[in-house]
């Protein structure tokens, strides 16, 4: 057992740092360097391996650095073997793996890795060329033409009213437009897509954004659909696809 | 179709970076994956704020103010005339990291370092040393 305080790390055993779970017969690939270049290895969790490396013992973790490691090896362990990502930031007392994963869970994880075999997970998203459809906006709506005419160059808080339900409606344009777009790139990735998890969008801008799980002969022909949809798009929409990745969306929560 | 300016790797239009920026491991990799309850989780220096100022904006007024902005920053005199499609043509060439970047990737330019959206971001900024630590006390 250990508590933390806010004056430092952790009194007594050093800490192993967690990156994720695989079989107990997976073999991670050799000379993988985990956060602040510790080595990667994978210690024996009953019917499971833990992926870890020692914690560094000269600071906290949190980094921003830290996060992109923890990705990098997962990305790297996804690529060898199946491989259960645990959430950013895991520490373990050295010597308390054991009771990381209760017995009765291990089964149930050791039935999702092998489900997840052949599988990478891809993200795409797409977000509109902001201007592009501002001036589609300004274009076909005059309510919008007439609110910018008259708040353009002027005192801001004199026309606050006004740019206030300019915005309104700058904002309701992108929004009327997002669920057409947003169908047309899901059913773009579906055929190549094992299972999909869609985040939900926030920003003004974005369209949509969905974690794919794909075996890995489907990525050539993922990207070339991509492709393909990003140049038609090309004048209003970006289309990113990032990965090969660890599947981080398709980790079943016990 | 005019040469849009995409960033590529594979030389088309689809943005497929090499590796992941900061932004993207951010979005795609916190808080997910199993949770460990047993353990003591820490949280990453200065990524909450990204992620709690994306919220706020979505929430606030601001939103419509910035929009109201962007749409008077938008440059339509300067066309002279031309058509629509003219002027979306151009507008695209001139991407978001031209004259009229767009409001909200610059600010999330901002909160990540100013880069998110290259492909190499190694020069991103440290944190402060001041860091805030949101550790999960195991209940003892």
Known sequence: MTVRTEEGPAVGAPELYLYGLVLADARLPAGLAGLAGRPVRAESVGELQAVVSDAPDDREVGLPDDVRDHARVLDAVAEAVPVLPVRFGTLAPTGALE?????????RHAED?????????????????????????????????????MTRGRDEMATYDARFRLGELVVAGFDRRRPGDADRLARTVAPFARATSEHPVSRTGDVAELALLVAPEDVEALEGALEELAEQVADHMVVRLVGPQAPYDFVEEV | MSEVA?????????????????????????????VIDAFVRVSVVGIELITIDARIVIASVDTYLRFAEATNRLDLEQTGGRQLPELIDDISQSGSHGKTKGMVSGAKEALTGGNDDEEDDEDEKKPQRSRRRTSRQEAS
Do not use: F, H, M
């Open chain 2, 6 to 34: 995409t960033r590529r790797s594979g030389g088309g239009y689809l943005d497929r970076p090499q590796s992941s920026s900061l932004a993207d491991v951010v979005n795609i990799i916190l808080d997910k994956g199993l």
């Open chain 1, 113 to 149: 890795l092998r489900s997840l075999a052949g599988a990478v997970q891809l993200t795409v998203s797409a977000r509109y060329r902001e201007d592009a459809v501002l001036a589609e906006l300004v274009a076909g709506n005059p309510e919008i033409r007439r609110l910018r005419e």
């Open chain 1, 99 to 107: 009771d990381a994963v209760p017995r009765e869970r291990q089964a």
